[in-house]
């Protein structure tokens, strides 16, 4: 059937949606002075925000799967790719405004509008994508070794060339979710996806346990739920800062 969702991907991405905005919600309480935590050294933090671009990536890749298997054309590959790259550039606009010394270039939203071409492109690698994935996340510490030994890589670092991920130091910006090694995960989502649709298809379409339903319907709108929950949680937050003066 054409277009077809499944409800058990939709749930796996709301899972990952609320998880998201839990945590930006106790960032939001930290940067309005409710809370004292370090967001950006303490692995308490820093390993949940790997954890969930992980899971919005491979669902990105999974949904891959779904759309190529489904013989989704490039006319509407590319219509909502446009919608994700608005987005990106709404959210450089928007941490502009709020941290202009660490504004968002090259966060999450921008790395799935490159991901998803170069997934999309590579699509016919079959079994090949859980190679290129490793090589791709492996690439992360091999960068930094090779920077190590021959500093004149440090061109890498500047913003011209850090989308990449084959960077030295991490840049100052409030996300930053490079080529590599996020690529790999993208592309282990689409060999996951593939492998399912061709071995496990049927339970995809079983039904999920009714408590997970609300997950499904947010996991249908994650775009949307993703450009809106941070402008209302800072919303709620300055407003409580306020009153509680």
Known sequence: MPNQRFDSIDALRGLAIVWMTLFHFCFDLNHFGWLKQNFYTDPFWTWQRTAIVSLFLFCAGLGQAVAVQQGQGWRRFWRRWAQVAACALLVTAGSYWMYPKSFIYFGVLHGIAVMLIVVRWTSGWGRSLWLAGALAIAARPLAAAAHAQW???????????????????????????????????????????????????????????????????????????????????????????????
């Not at 590599?180 to 061709?198: E, H, T």
């Open 151 to 245: 500093p004149e890589l440090s061109f890498l670092d500047q913003p011209a060339w850090n989308w990449l991920g084959l960077i030295g130091r991490k840049p100052v910006t409030e996300d930053y979710v490079p080529l590599l090694p996020w690529l790999g995960v993208m592309w282990w989502g689409m060999a996951a996806g593939q492998w399912w649709l061709a071995h496990r298809r049927p339970s995809l379409h079983r039904p999920i346990p009714r408590a997970a339903a609300p997950l499904a319907w947010l996991g249908r709108w994650g775009l949307s739920w993703y450009m809106l929950h941070q402008p209302v949680l800072i919303g709620v937050v300055m407003a409580a800062t306020a009153l509680a003066k």
